[in-house]
């Protein structure tokens, strides 16, 4: 696999993208006029991504990976910031434009299960798309789903059209679920966790599905995972987020074998390795991760972290590039 370290142009480009939840309250309390609290789900997180490449984004649950990934296409409404995409800012989009920018930045949903209309045939739910945007004549539609459905290995697909979605396997389903997002030939695809739904036997296929695919069209991936082994697997580059913002961002091997920021290296120090007698990295960290809604004053990870310092308890680290192509946002790194 070619690693891409710097591309002269990016596909998507964010810059500041801010998304904040407002944090329901009870009705006396909106009387008393108690100040709107908000969930920073993600908190000015600025990033390239360049055509081709596999983007793995990393971190536990509740760091905000998902819910970037989805305000990075515009499936939720951005609080603040842009992305760039073909020179367009698709956050300043509306009506039709957004509509023709929308089909070619996809998605591909955790849970085959929740994400296909049990109610479709598999024809229906990969030809929704394209009936929506009229990509195809009427007479093409069966065609064009078809070569889909061939693509992500549902072959023959004549076996496949007419079922519904009940009479496949989790793995058939999540083909199903790339081909939908396939089918209108987009240049970028979020892919949220996967696989992590499905049996470990037949995760394998359908990851090589995804590889397979970014070879024959050139298709552009983030790729989420809580799993950073996963992540070297199948990314190009590796970002790593923790309670709303980017950590640390380099070269897939680079990051798993020369981690930088404390918090990777607990991530990396987490992953089971085969050999007992191998010697393994001893970083721990304490707790689980804070509320977003009020998250540690300067270095988010500071209550967690076996190395912070009073630095890091009141200014927040930018990140910044310490190694070519290697960015991490720690005040261990500050030149002085």
């Given at each position: 696999?070619?690693?891409?370290?710097?591309?002269?142009?990016?596909?998507?480009?964010a810059i500041?993208?801010?998304?904040?939840?407002?944090?329901?309250?009870?009705?006396?309390?909106?009387?008393?006029?108690?100040?709107?609290?908000?969930?920073?789900?993600?908190?000015?997180?600025?990033?390239?991504?360049?055509?081709?490449?596999?983007?793995?984004?990393?971190?536990?649950?509740?760091?905000?990976?998902?819910?970037?990934?989805?305000?990075?296409?515009?499936?939720?409404?951005?609080?603040?910031?842009?992305?760039?995409?073909?020179?367009?800012?698709?956050?300043?989009?509306?009506?039709?434009?957004?509509?023709?920018?929308?089909?070619?930045?996809?998605?591909?949903?955790?849970?085959?299960?929740?994400?296909?209309?049990?109610?479709?045939?598999?024809?229906?739910?990969?030809?929704?798309?394209?009936?929506?945007?009229?990509?195809?004549?009427?007479?093409?539609?069966?065609?064009?789903?078809?070569?889909?459905?061939?693509?992500?290995?549902?072959?023959?697909?004549?076996?496949?059209?007419n079922r519904?979605?009940?009479?496949?396997?989790?793995?058939?389903?999540?083909?199903?679920?790339?081909?939908?997002?396939?089918?209108?030939?987009?240049?970028?695809?979020?892919?949220?966790?996967?696989?992590?739904?499905?049996?470990?036997?037949?995760?394998?296929?359908?990851?090589?599905?995804?590889?397979?695919?970014?070879?024959?069209?050139?298709?552009?991936?983030?790729?989420?995972?809580?799993?950073?082994?996963l992540a070297?697997?199948?990314?190009?580059?590796?970002?790593?987020?923790?309670?709303?913002?980017?950590?640390?961002?380099?070269?897939?091997?680079?990051?798993?074998?020369?981690?930088?920021?404390?918090?990777?290296?607990?991530?990396?120090?987490?992953?089971?390795?085969?050999?007992?007698?191998?010697?393994?990295?001893?970083?721990?960290?304490?707790?689980?991760?804070?509320?977003?809604?009020?998250?540690?004053?300067?270095?988010?990870?500071?209550?967690?972290?076996?190395?912070?310092?009073?630095?890091?308890?009141?200014?927040?680290?930018?990140?910044?590039?310490?190694?070519?192509?290697?960015?991490?946002?720690?005040?261990?790194?500050?030149?002085?």
């Amino acid at each position: 696999m070619i690693k891409v370290i710097k591309m002269p142009e990016p596909l998507i480009k964010a810059i500041n993208v801010k998304k904040y939840f407002p944090v329901r309250m009870s009705f006396i309390r909106s009387l008393k006029g108690e100040e709107q609290k908000w969930v920073k789900a993600v908190d000015d997180i600025s990033i390239d991504i360049y055509p081709k490449e596999i983007l793995g984004l990393a971190g536990e649950s509740g760091s905000g990976k998902t819910t970037f990934g989805r305000t990075l296409i515009r499936l939720i409404e951005p609080t603040a910031g842009s992305v760039i995409y073909k020179n367009v800012d698709i956050f300043k989009l509306k009506g039709s434009e957004l509509k023709n920018y929308r089909r070619k930045l996809q998605i591909i949903f955790q849970d085959p299960y929740d994400s296909i209309n049990p109610r479709l045939t598999i024809r229906d739910v990969v030809a929704e798309g394209l009936l929506v945007n009229k990509l195809v004549s009427k007479d093409k539609v069966d065609e064009a789903v078809a070569s889909a459905l061939e693509d992500v290995k549902l072959t023959p697909p004549e076996e496949f059209i007419n079922r519904y979605p009940h009479e496949l396997s989790g793995g058939q389903r999540q083909r199903v679920a790339i081909a939908r997002a396939l089918v209108l030939k987009p240049d970028f695809i979020v892919a949220d966790e996967p696989v992590s739904m499905l049996d470990v036997s037949i995760r394998a296929e359908v990851l090589n599905v995804m590889l397979d695919l970014k070879e024959k069209y050139g298709i552009t991936f983030l790729f989420i995972t809580h799993d950073l082994a996963l992540a070297k697997h199948m990314s190009d580059r590796i970002a790593v987020m923790y309670l709303g913002k980017l950590v640390e961002l380099a070269d897939s091997e680079k990051l798993i074998d020369n981690p930088l920021h404390p918090y990777t290296q607990a991530l990396i120090a987490a992953i089971p390795i085969p050999d007992p007698t191998a010697k393994k990295a001893e970083v721990k960290i304490k707790g689980e991760i804070p509320s977003p809604i009020n998250p540690p004053s300067g270095c988010r990870f500071h209550p967690r972290c076996p190395y912070v310092f009073d630095r890091c308890k009141v200014e927040e680290p930018k990140l910044k590039e310490v190694e070519p192509g290697h960015f991490v946002a720690c005040h261990l790194y500050d030149k002085p």
